[in-house]
T-cell receptor, first 112, second 114 residues
């Protein structure tokens, strides 16, 4: 069974204080690892897709990396508007309709 | 920028009633999904749909649930006889094609069963 574990559950940062969120996964035949941002009462907003170990993606203050067992979402000099829950999900299997398996998320609060 | 839309944003129903949640996926996408998120819990897969049939479903997706693509633009989730435990946010997602694996999510429908 595919499993995704995110840590920490919650993270409180001061504006400008860089940090990293962790996503550990166990999956048979990883097809892709996905990072989403979710604001309260909203749907997951796509951030990054990573397909193979060693891959890195960047967008503004965010950078996602992938190894064979985990992924990190690095946040550089965060701003209050980066406050949200960050979700990690994996997709596995050979079928064309592969499901996403999500972690519990990390709730990030950035104080001004 | 194309996006997935869902209606209604909030649905309140009585236990035992039927509800239909509606989604309009991104227009050139071929793969469609429903997920749910119970308050304070993680997002869970319900069903995937491709080429007018279910490709995969989870153990949550029992006989009370059904999906349909009644026309070229809408994708619906029906719950035949709602239970209290069906109260959750329901998200529709779509994906373009095989080889492009990213799923794009809608804003969700909050279902409240009384």
């Amino acid at each position: 069974e595919d499993q995704v574990t995110q840590s920490p559950e919650a993270l409180r940062l001061q504006e400008g204080e860089s940090s990293s969120l962790n996503c550990s996964y166990t999956v048979s035949g990883l097809r892709g690892l996905f990072w989403y941002r979710q604001d309260p009462g909203k749907g997951p907003e796509f951030l990054f897709t990573l397909y193979s170990a060693g891959e890195e993606k960047e967008k503004e203050r965010l950078k996602a990396t992938l190894t064979k067992k985990e992924s990190f979402l690095h946040i550089t000099a965060p701003k209050p508007e980066d406050s949200a829950t960050y979700l990690c999900a994996v997709q596995a299997g050979e079928t064309s309709g592969s499901r996403l398996t999500f972690g519990e998320g990390t709730q990030l609060t950035v104080n001004p | 920028e194309p996006e997935v839309t869902q209606t209604p944003s909030h649905q309140v129903t009585q236990m035992g009633q039927e509800v239909i949640l509606r989604c309009v996926p991104i227009s050139n996408h071929l793969y469609f999904y429903w997920y749910r998120q119970i308050l304070g819990q993680k997002v869970e897969f319900l069903v995937s749909f491709y080429n007018n049939e279910i490709s995969e479903k989870s153990e949550i997706f029992d006989d009370q649930f059904s999906v349909e693509r009644p026309d070229g633009s809408n994708f619906t989730l029906k719950i035949r006889s709602t239970k209290l435990e069906d109260s959750a946010m329901y998200f529709c997602a779509s994906r373009w094609t095989s080889g492009q694996w990213t799923q794009y999510f809608g804003p969700g429908t909050r279902l409240t069963v009384l």
